[in-house]
C-alpha cells in the first residue's frame, strides 16, 4: 500500500485526542494511590497518539517536560489525558499533555498536571523526517505555539548555565555547601 503525500499545513484540531482510563485496583501503590509510572506511560500513548497522527508516521519519544503530580489520583476514578500538538520544528513536535482525574460518585474533577512530551518523527529508515507545518485556528492555538518557542529557548539557557556550573564544580571547593545538608562524608582526601 503506498501512503499519500504529507500536506503541507495540518490544523491543531486534527491530532488533538483524548485517552480516558479507569484506574482500577491493580493500578495502585502500596499506599494506596496511583503509581507515577502509570500515568506517566499513559502521557507517553496519548502523545504518541497526537503526534504520529499530526505526523503521518512513527514517532519517538525525545523528552519529557514538567512532570510534576500535585495531587494524587486515587483508585476508582476516571482519568482523562488531553493532547494537543502545540508546536512542531523541521521534525519535532511538542506535544501538550493536561491530566485531569474525575470521581465519578462526586462529579469531583481535578487537574493532576500538564506537561509536554517532545517527539520526533521517523521515517522507515529510522531516520528523523519532515513533519507538516502546524495550522493555528484560533488565539489559543497561537499562545500554545509562541509559549513552546519561549519554553525551548528558556530550556536552551538552562541547559548552557546548567552544563556551565558543572564544569566548574569542584567538590573540595564546596564542601561548606554539603555541611549545611543533611549529608555526612565518610570518605578522607
Ligand atoms: C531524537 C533523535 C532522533 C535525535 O537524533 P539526531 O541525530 O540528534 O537528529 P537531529 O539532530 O536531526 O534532531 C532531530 C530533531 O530532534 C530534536 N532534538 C534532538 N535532541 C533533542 C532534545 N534533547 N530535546 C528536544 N529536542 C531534541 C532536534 O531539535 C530536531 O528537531 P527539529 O528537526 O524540529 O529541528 C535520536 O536521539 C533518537 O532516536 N533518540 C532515541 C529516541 C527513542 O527511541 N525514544 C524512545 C524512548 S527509549
Redesign the pocket.
Known sequence: MTSSPLPDFRPVSYSRVTLTELMIPSYANFGGKIHGGILLSLMDKVAYAAASKHAGTYC????VDGVNFLQPVEVGELVSLLASVNY?????LLVGIKVIAEDVRTGTVKHTNTSYF?M?A?DDD?K?TPVPGLQLDTPEDARRFLEAIKRREFNAEHRREFDNALTSLAVEHQLPLLEKERCRITYRT
Open positions: 519517538v519519544t525525545v523528552s512542531v520544528g523541521r521534525t519535532s517532545t520526533v521517523k529510522g528523523p
